[in-house]
């Protein structure tokens, strides 16, 4: 520290007073507002910001403690699935992520919804040693309960166990269009379920399970063109509908919310996406301070990379944007990051697809140790008014779908499809006229991209909801078109 202030020594100390001045003299009689740009939410970004004293780290994952690189399994065989989950695990993944078809995160393909083709896919695979994650999907109830006995049956125990379990009643339905024609029903089930999953059983020495049983999953969302603050509003008011669902009269509030677990999209602008991550946990801890809770419960954060940023022209240029946006998740504080194979919009991804996207965060990892400080953001003026500024507009979002009645009215109504348009619209007309470039794209686009192989390029049916419904309007994934490939986003 001393030879950093000594290099230091003899520069005069300027203040934001004097760079004002410089900047308008450089600017020639244009606007110093000219330097300024906004979020995707319409919030400002200045273009320089004074240090912020007295910042306090924002995260749940401690410094020198890596976050779990999630091994996406996607493939329609089990067999193949086992397979190359095996190969992820000995080539460095450290959690297994099931993607079940149907999933909302599935992209056209996904493992069959049985059980028989879970515990083929599981096969060999020691859950007491890696934690299991399954992708949200519309019948989690179901493979909730698979799950548990195949764990069961193997040589460890539920309590050695670390499980995602994914159920998400709300985001998986509203990808599909539906929402549940019996709610209370639906409600009760995922209650009894998530009551089986975390208490023991002293008949046969069953013990609850680590990890979190509910997901509130902000990915559809983002999928169908939502912005950050839109993304996170919709996650809290999924936390608010499920703490509702299940709060009883003895019900321990507090116990529900660990529980809880969400997943965020990271896209190439760094600076959104970890300013989205960080105001994810503080918003987690004001609604803490809402309810009235005696400490603020840890909260998982899942972060994948974003689906509508890939393109299908130049794919390879998807490998610039998934680093980013992997970096952007590792510095947000993500506890574990997935990183979508950059051929994963042409197919189904082929070993060396996700080898790239596996070594990815081995490199963020075990060679540029981002994982090594807490928060490094803590204290930098620019993102913590961007964060401050995504609080701001994610809390107004939240409150927005509350007083509409909560997330599955707003659903039901439409009025979070009619936000998320008109975002959609906002990015495609920028787009169109060259505000927003595409890397690869829209710009600096090649005649010939190299070619890629995938696994299989013919998509699967997604399957049955399985419960009874009612229609409302879908939220699927949102492809941008333009006048080369299909694509979106913005690199």
């Known amino acids: 520290m001393s030879e950093i202030q000594s290099l230091a020594t003899g520069f005069t100390k300027t203040t934001q007073s004097d760079w004002r001045a410089h900047a308008e003299k450089a600017l020639k009689g244009a606007p110093l507002e000219s330097l300024f740009s906004s979020t995707s939410d319409g919030g400002i970004i200045a273009p320089v910001y004074p240090r912020t004293c007295g910042a306090v780290p924002i995260t749940s994952r401690i410094a020198g403690a890596p ?21 992820e695990l000995e080539h460095g993944a450290s959690e297994v992520t099931l993607v079940f078809q149907g999933a909302p995160t599935a992209y056209g393909f996904g493992l069959p919804v049985d ?16 934690p299991l994650r399954i992708e949200p999907h519309p ?17 460890f125990g539920r309590v050695e166990t670390a499980v995602s379990f994914g159920i998400d009643t709300i985001g998986s339905l509203a990808r599909h269009g539906v ?7 639906v409600e009760a089930q995922m209650a009894a379920t998530v009551a089986a999953l975390r208490t023991a059983d002293q008949t046969d020495n069953h013990f609850g399970f680590i990890g979190s049983f509910l997901e509130a999953d902000g990915r559809v969302y983002h999928d169908a063109g939502a912005s950050s603050a839109l993304e996170l509003g919709t996650v809290f008011a999924t936390i608010a509908s499920l703490l509702r669902s299940l709060a009883g009269e003895d019900a321990d509030v507090l116990d529900l919310m660990i529980g809880i677990g969400v997943s965020l999209a990271v896209d190439q602008n760094q600076l959104e996406s970890i300013a989205k991550l960080r105001a994810c946990r503080l918003l987690w801890n004001r609604l803490a301070e809402v309810l009235d809770l005696p400490f603020w419960p840890p909260l998982r954060i899942h972060a994948q990379t974003s689906w509508p940023m890939m393109t299908r022209r130049d794919p390879h240029s998807n490998l610039l944007r998934t680093t980013l946006a992997a970096f952007a998740a590792g510095v947000g504080g993500a506890n574990s990051i997935a990183v979508l194979p950059f051929t994963q919009v042409l197919g189904l991804p082929d070993a ?29 003026g620019a993102l913590e008014a961007l964060t401050d500024a995504t609080c701001h507009a994610a809390w107004q ?22 936000r998320i348009a008109q975002h959609r619209q906002s990015v495609a007309t920028n787009v169109a006229d060259g505000t927003t470039t595409i890397i690869g794209t829209t710009d600096f686009s090649i005649d010939m991209a190299q070619p890629v192989e995938v696994l299989l390029s013919e998509t699967v049916p997604d399957p049955a909801i399985g419960m009874p419904t009612t229609p409302c309007v879908p939220l699927a994934p949102w492809r941008l078109a333009n006048e080369h490939e299909p694509g979106a986003g913005a690199a």
């Open 179 to 185: 929402v549940p024609a019996d709610r209370p029903a």
């Open 352 to 380: 060396l697809a996700r080898r790239l996207a596996r070594n990815t965060q081995l490199l963020l990892i075990e060679e540029s140790h981002i994982d090594a400080v807490m928060d490094p953001s803590a204290g930098s």
């Open 139 to 155: 019948r989690a109830l179901e493979s909730a309960a698979w799950i548990s006995e195949f764990v069961d049956e193997a040589p």
């Open 115 to 130: 059980q028989a083709s879970l515990c083929e896919a599981l096969d060999g695979i020691r859950l007491d040693a890696v």
């Open 67 to 87: 976050w779990t690189i999630a091994a996406r399994m996607d493939h329609p065989d089990p067999k193949e699935a086992n397979r190359l989950l095996h190969a």
């Open 397 to 418: 979002a939240f409150q927005e779908i509350e007083k509409a009645g909560g997330i599955v009215e707003a659903l039901a109504s439409g009025m979070v499809q009619d």
